[in-house]
């Protein structure tokens, strides 16, 4: 048997962010997109800069949703004509109060940062060349956060 989610049981939103000159994206284990203007090189997990909200800010449905036991989100970064999409799960004990930052993780560790967990993908694992363009201040990107 085999189970439909339909379109009403998704809960999106879409954050913006900016390019910074000092992302690397090398970090193994996690991947964050904060809405502060700088960044400096202990900071090899953070893809964006300047975000148009952090935890705190998504849309009710989705906090819901990522809260829910045995949720499944998909996160799509994009910039220009390059993207890159990974796979992790929500968690109840998901605090999503973190007013600057959000962190996927592929771990279990929860904190207020913490968007999603079990994630199949961390910062070092974005295509280069996608992360040369997340390094250019004039690089607007996006983040679609898909929950089921």
Known sequence: MTTTVTEAEV???VVTFKGHAMVRSMHPTTMEL???????ENGDCIVGVGASKGCAGLDV???EKLRR???MVTIRLVAED??????ARG????LLSHPHDM????SDFVSDRTLA???DAAARDIPRRLVALLRDPKTTGRMEIEVR
Do not use: N
């Open 11 to 13: 809960a999106r939103d």
């Open 34 to 40: 904060t809405t502060e203007e700088d960044l400096t």
């Open 61 to 63: 449905r989705v906090r």
């Open 69 to 71: 036991s045995g949720s």
């Open 82 to 87: 390059e993207s890159f999409e990974l796979r």
């Open 91 to 94: 968690d109840p004990r998901l």
């Open 103 to 106: 962190v996927i993780r592929r």
């Open 117 to 119: 967990l079990g994630a």
